[in-house]
């Protein structure tokens, strides 16, 4: 029996890094090139592919996580990081206050977007989907 559980963990661990390693092989060289054109020097990124078929590296700079997603064709989209609601801009706080005071929020990212420039994204605990609100460092939503 324990060997049985023993083979079980070791393919469960060989199929795990093996799906890795398929992603990192599929990553485009144009893909690889735009992510160190964008990140000099960050040479271990995560690699998975999104339901849009774009690329999404998952990386750390001093010790805080980002995602940073580019398409097919190695084009830039979007660079993302989780941040605490007590970090948003106080402008931000105040428009969610006065806007959406009794929801709860779930998550919250700082975004850097290719179309949309810099902005804050908060998701707000809703029945059903959450619900995600952009917002400017001014607080106003997009």
């Known amino acids: 029996m324990k060997r049985k559980t023993f083979v079980l963990v070791f393919l469960s661990i060989i199929t795990f890094f093996s799906c890795v390693n398929t992603v990192e092989s599929q990553t485009p060289k144009s893909v690889k090139e735009a992510f160190q054109a964008k990140y000099p020097g960050e040479n271990d990124p995560d690699w998975e592919i999104d339901a849009h078929g774009n690329f999404e590296s998952h990386f750390k700079i001093d010790g805080i996580k980002y995602r940073a997603d580019f398409d097919p064709n190695g084009n830039w989209i ?42 804050y994204d908060v998701e707000f605990k809703k ?11 001014s607080g106003v939503e997009l």
Request: hydrophobic share 25%; proline share 2%.
């Open 78 to 119: 979007e660079t993302e990081t989780s941040i605490d609601k007590k970090d948003l801009p106080k402008a931000i706080k105040e428009a969610i206050k006065k806007n959406y005071g009794k929801e709860k929020i779930t998550e919250v990212e700082k975004v850097d977007s290719a179309t949309k420039g810099e902005f």
């Open 127 to 137: 029945k059903g989907k959450n619900m995600d609100i952009e917002y400017r460092a």
